[in-house]
């Protein structure tokens, strides 16, 4: 069983930037893809990122494309969600969840097991 924890969430001011990480324990996740996901109030779940096992393919929503960058770090265990440029719209509570299926999945519903996430607010 594999449990995901992610950090580096917080407020940050317009244009600033954050990184968050998705840890794993348990055992490794580096044979599985792992995506990143927000949920904003009274919004459905987003997909926002993925990157595949090896880390030599990504796919990133197109309202956060040339903002933010997936990448991972096989012997750490961990995922790194860099966001920069960001804006009030890009509040919500960012997951992580890794999927032993797919290489490249983008719907919330491919994927095996989830972290508890992340608050990030971006002030105005």
């Known amino acids: 069983q594999v449990q995901l924890v992610e950090t580096g969430g917080g407020l940050v001011q317009a244009g600033g930037s954050l990184r968050l990480a998705c840890a794993a324990s348990g055992r490794t996740f580096s044979s599985d893809a792992v995506g990143w996901f927000r949920q904003a109030p009274g919004k459905e779940r987003e997909f926002v990122a993925v990157i595949n096992s090896r880390g030599d393919s990504t796919t990133v929503a197109n309202s956060v494309k040339d903002r933010f960058t997936i990448s991972r770090d096989n012997p750490k265990n961990t995922v790194y969600l860099q966001m920069n440029s960001l804006k009030p719209e890009d509040t919500a509570v960012y997951s992580c969840?890794?999927?032993?299926?797919?290489?490249?999945?983008?719907?919330?519903?491919?994927?095996?097991?989830w972290g508890q996430g992340t608050q990030v607010t971006v002030s105005s």
């Open positions: 969840a890794g999927s032993r299926l797919y290489s490249n999945p983008t719907s919330r519903y491919l994927y095996n097991y």
